[in-house]
């Protein structure tokens, strides 16, 4: 990594012009008192290495300031005398006040989102100066901080404050374009363009499949252009083909912009496929399987040191077999969208929440949504972000419903996502959008689909492994459930891929995010080390498991539909029943002269799913309030509290065909992973995967199945 050039790649791929100045490197730094006098033409006490955070080791100053002076000088090139100069920033946390050779040219509030400025006016001859007062508000609340904490523990990391991507410069004309709108259509064989810019010109677009053309048009600054793309070549995370794309500018037939960009041709909704709503991507369903991505490293937290670095967690997803990624409470500088785009991945983008800890005020909201705007216009033109996730298990959370709404008219072209995580931390689901989102840790498990809504698996996992030396903070490691050793990583995380198969096809689930890609700080979940030194898990076997698992996207359901009415739970080849005479619930014989009393304890009545009138629950016939329900792994029959959510998931129960094919496997309602099982003689809900004595084994698949027949009789 460069110290005197960091991060030197030109920093906005889908708006290239030739000419730029990267003002990245050291700059002067000191921290800022309040009433402080802008330092104009003074020599600040520190250097400070932009553009990384100021907490960061990268930085040079490694602490957090709340108020921040930044200043350096810089010489135009000789070549733009005569044209506009705009100074662009591509982030900083969180209200940046700018200033040049001592005047002030603007101010933005908003940590996640490009602002530039026209700083013509505000130039000289020979050497000029500009300089960045940074407010972070961070721990006061009031913007989006995602997972940044000034006291950082837990599933919450260290603050990232001040210009954290790309300073640079750039020439243009007067009138030039300033954005550009590219959404792929894929039904009409076009591609609607829309080219902003400031002043009028006639505008030419020219799309190329390598040095093929494949369709002109021209149109207006400002206005809507279709450009025909005739059998298009579409964009999936199997083939991520980009088409390029001139765009030029023309005023009383003389070229004043030019710019280069690319776009890909795909599609994304929801339809209806064998039954469940699915979202599908250019008309198909592909079950979508990704991980948590945090976008941290341990010396440059928010900022990665280069763009191999940048780039390097999104090659590792390809090769371990994964076809998205969801941006967890951040976003990421444009590069990263474009080797997304380029190296074919999904992308969940995550909107950052404000703070848990305070209450959303008005204004609060309101500047919450204004960044979310401005970060939607400038990302929207990536083929490979699907889906907005607006909220995130209730964090900072507020108008979730009008939140949803407002980004589906901003941007109609893809998922909208009103709160991951609905069934957890007081999450509050605003009922609407295009996904329901549960959380299960460990998990797997699945929400059900709806006629609006696909079933999605937003996180699940979190399995640890630690690793000596690679750890950030060996005395506060932690995860979700710790693994001892690499072996135990490897099977317990296959396991939990395998379960995902079934709820496929039996539960809609159509997407599953593992946390996460990599540990960060002090949490050990991930596949990777911080440092990315170490993979913990079998490449190979991980990556044949995601391919077998999205290539079952289509297998059909194994569900197994039950007549209402009575039944009872047999064990295959035997005179043995699931009976509930004790409690908890225990399986054998009846006894040879079996009272009645005995013969309702064998007997159940099977009516449609408390929770869900696909599956089903089974009734007592001894008692008509109480049900069979899964409590603290044990099955057992008990009273029905019809105002308690809970009994109503664990008294339902979803039938399917069992894996060998003998009879039926009873698979838990909101534990999509677990099913009843016989255990030394007591009933239990297992999981294949799981780590208590009564998981998985080798008589699992045999312990899981019963048959559904009617009723003993004396």
Known sequence: MSTTRPLPEYPRPQLVRPEWLNLNGPWQFQAAGSGDAVPV????????LVPFPVESALSGVARHEAAMWYRRTFTLPAGWTGRRVLLHFGAVDTVAAVYVNGRPVGTHRGGYDAFSFDITPQLVRGVNEVIVHVLDDTGEGGAPVGKQRLEPSGIFYAASSGIWQTVWLEPVAATH????????????????????????????????????????ATGELGQEIRLPVPAAHLWSPDDPFLYTLTVTVEQGGRTVDRVQSYFGMRSIGLATVNGWT??????KFVFQL?????????????????DDALKFDLVKHKELGFNMVRKHIKVEPQRWYYWADKLGLLV????????????????????????????????????AIVTWVNQNEGWGQFAQAPLAEAVRRWDPSRLVNNMSGINCCGARDGGNGDLADWHVYVGPSSPSPSARRAAVLGEFGGLGLRTPGH???????????????????????????????????????????????????????????YDRQVLKVDAARVRAAHRALIAASGAPSTRVPIRPGPVALGVPGGASFLLYTADPLQYGPLPASASVTDLLGATLVSVPGLADPTCTSFRSARDPQSYLRHRESLLHVEADDVTSLGFRQDATFCPQRSA?????????????????????????????????????????????????????KP
Do not use: C
């Open 290 to 306: 990704g991980t948590l991505d945090q976008g941290y490293w341990p010396d440059g937290l928010y900022t990665a040191p280069t």
């Open 177 to 216: 374009v300033s954005r550009l709108t590219l959404t792929p259509d894929v039904p009409g064989r076009a591609l609607r363009a829309t080219v902003q810019g400031t002043g009028q010109g006639r505008v030419h677009l020219t799309a190329k499949a390598g040095a093929t053309v494949v369709g002109t």
């Open 348 to 383: 969940w983008q995550d909107m950052p929440s404000m703070m848990t800890e305070l209450p959303v005020t008005p204004g609060a909201a309101n500047e919450f949504v204004r960044e979310y705007r401005r970060i939607i216009d400038q990302h929207r033109s990536s083929p």
């Open 660 to 712: 060998d094919g003998a009879g039926v496997t009873l698979v838990s309602y909101n534990f999509r992973a677990a099913a009843i099982r016989r255990y030394q003689g007591t009933l239990w809900l297992a999981d294949p995967g799981g780590t208590q004595p009564w998981d998985g084994g080798s008589t699992y698949t045999r312990d899981v199945t019963w048959t559904i027949g009617a009723p003993p």
């Open 278 to 283: 699915r979202p599908v991507l250019n008309g």
């Open 41 to 48: 033409r003074r020599t600040l006490r520190e250097t400070v």
């Open 471 to 529: 750890e950030w903070s060996p005395a506060t490691s932690f995860s979700y459930e710790m693994q001892d050793t690499a072996a135990d990583l490897n099977r317990r995380y296959l396991g939990l891929i395998g379960s995902l198969r079934p709820m496929i096809a039996n539960a809609g689930l159509s997407a599953a995010i593992y946390t996460e890609i990599t540990d960060v700080e002090g949490e050990v979940n991930g596949l990777l080390t």
